[in-house]
């Protein structure tokens, strides 16, 4: 796309008259996004872009002043999970892949790589390919701080002691790959902390077993517990360097269920008082140094920033104001916060990269991060509010088909993954897919869902199966009385979570769909349950009996609620698409319910995508998925 010059001062779009068009074909919102990240500089002279043709990724990096593209290269299939500034001169690259490359217990799972971009050279080379670790693989995304002057890569990898893998701190030189470990991880290390000047400040721990949670800080002569907490359940979370860059930045969950953030000194001072946040959500950290500047939160519909520093959030909301009428998010910023790179999430053009000068007080479009969609293309959303059954108050979004009247119209209920995840306002490539073939598409944040405070996520608790899923044909009887949607006409697809509950819809909550598509969905919970406790420990057994209800694994409420053990009930035609290398439901769930279905000789399809992973990371799978999806919703529920 065209760079277009945008006043700050005085921003105003053109609306254009959309007459009635041909639909966009679904390669336009199914592929790959043609942008899927954008990063400034340190310095702000640069912009490295995640571009894509659908299918393969390329790195490009684009001087600001001059136009000039400086890389443009390392094109391949690679799941690129994140690209950041090491410097002026080089690029932090993570991938990953699904493999059982390693002689670890359970270690079929999806594995971290990092690599370095010598900007000026032209040449990659692997992250620890230097490093004593006992694993190639890193364990969360490196960090960059500069060192002795210099700016320097802090990795986490793996060391093996007493036949248990030490999550340990490395540092690696930019320029020659140099590694040298800096700290040993204890037995329960799970997360590394380092200061603005290299060194490392805190570690986090937690005992799966007991759940034992802490925070140790580097003293003298080895380290120190500052704060612990018993969270079986909630785990604190460890923020990282707190806001002056000599404490550390936790949240943990109160009594009432509200998360607060809190911060421990490293020079033996106490726990601080609660910090000032607004349900936050989101860290927002300095370039470079990682000090804690800010907190996001999406409050409802409505995305907010809070930077402790006035000057940052009064440029904050000029930027927001340039922007009206749009959802604005942040995604980069260079080291003095001049240079921005925002996503622009336009109603009428769909999300947009920019990168905003707060100096020349303008900003210049990237590109639109779906190229081949035009307005024409992107249909209207809308927040909706209804109650359930029970008097319970539900929100979520309606996406409907551009240039259909709001009557009668056919419905696709797609419910969120998590559970513990929600919907938000914006764009959503698969929404819009299924809006612009001319269906109602009804996303519920159903109780369960996190995001609105803790009375709806808990109301969730024990409802698996239940009002968790009586919440979503609610909001189809709402429609209905409505008149928006015919009752007749609806069918169910979802992913993840979603994609259970798509399966629960035609088999514990009948009568309501006429199809059903689940994604990577669980049908078996005792073998899930089961499966995600062998391969994440007590705490995701935790996690699922939660809401699930249930006491343990043998618990036989689990059946109750297992859509492959009731596949008698089923009156529907039902397909199930999976990916081989799903490492958070394995394909078993889905192949499981494939055999119910055809012992209780039930129509369904079974589509098994070769190297797909559960979110969706490539293309070529991802298109297909979205194919094969939207033919069954054609053939089982015409759209007219």
Known sequence: MRPVRLVL???????????????????AYGKLPTIESATVSPSGHAIAIVVTDGEQRTIVVKELASGEITLRGFVGDHKIRNVQWAGDDHLLVVAS???????????????????????RKKKLRPLMGKAEADLSAIVSIPVVRMYR??????????????????????????????????????????????????????????????????IKVKVDNGWREAVS????????????????????????????????????????????????????Q???????????????ALVGDEGRYRFFDPADEKAWNA???????????????????????????????????????????????????????????????????????????????????????????????????????????????????????????????????????????????????RKMQTDLSDGVRYLAAKGTIDPKRVCIVGASYGGYAALAGATLDTGVYRCAVSVAGPSDLKRMVQWARSHNGAPALRYWARFMG??????????????????????????????????VVPLEQSQIMADALDRAGKPYELVVEKGEDHWLSRGETRLDMLKAAMAFLEKHNPPS
């Open 9 to 27: 001062a005085g921003l105003a779009a053109a609306f254009l008259v959309v007459t009635a068009a041909a639909a966009a074909p679904l390669e």
């Open 97 to 119: 892949n699904t493999s059982n490359a390693f002689d670890v217990v359970n270690g079929y799972r999806e594995w971290f790589f990092g690599s370095v971009i010598d900007i």
């Open 149 to 214: 002057g210099e700016p320097m890569v802090f990795a986490q990898g793996v060391i093996f002691s007493g036949g248990r893998g030490l999550i340990s701190l490395f540092r690696i030189d930019l320029d020659n790959g140099a590694t040298r470990l800096v700290a040993t991880g204890e037995p329960d290390t799970i997360d590394w902390v380092v200061d603005p000047q290299g060194q490392p400040l805190a570690q986090e721990l937690y005992v799966n077993g007991t759940g034992q949670w802490s």
């Open 229 to 280: 907490a018993t969270a079986p359940l909630d785990r604190p979370i460890l923020l990282g360097l707190g806001r002056a860059g000599n404490s550390v930045a936790y949240a943990i969950r109160g009594d009432g269920g509200a998360w607060t953030w809190r911060e421990v000194g490293v020079d033996g001072g106490s726990v601080t008082e609660p910090i000032d946040v607004d349900d936050a």
């Open 282 to 296: 989101g860290a927002l950290r300095q370039a470079l140094d990682g000090r804690l500047i800010g907190e996001y």
């Open 319 to 465: 930027i927001v104001a340039a922007f009206a009428g749009s959802r604005v998010e942040l995604q980069s910023w260079s080291t003095d916060r001049r240079k921005i790179v925002v996503l622009v999430d336009s109603p009428r053009d769909g999300p947009r990269f920019a990168i905003v000068d707060l100096i020349g007080r303008s900003a210049d479009w990237l590109g639109g991060m779906y190229a081949d969609l035009t307005p024409a293309d992107i249909s209207p959303r809308e927040p909706i509010r209804f109650r359930a059954a029970d008097g319970m108050a539900l929100s979520g979004y309606l996406t409907l088909p551009r240039g259909r009247p709001a009557q009668k119209l056919p419905l696709v209920v797609f419910p969120h993954g998590g559970p513990a995840a929600r919907d938000t306002p914006g764009f959503d490539w698969w929404a819009e897919a299924m809006a612009s073939r001319g269906y109602a598409v009804l996303q519920v944040n159903f109780r369960g869902s996190d995001g609105f405070g803790a009375s709806l996520l808990e109301a969730g608790y024990g409802e698996w199966g």
């Open 550 to 583: 249930a006491e343990d694994a043998a618990d036989g409420v689990l059946g109750d609620i297992s859509p492959a053990l009731h596949a008698d009930r089923v009156g529907i035609p039902v397909m199930m698409i999976h990916g081989r290398d799903d490492t």
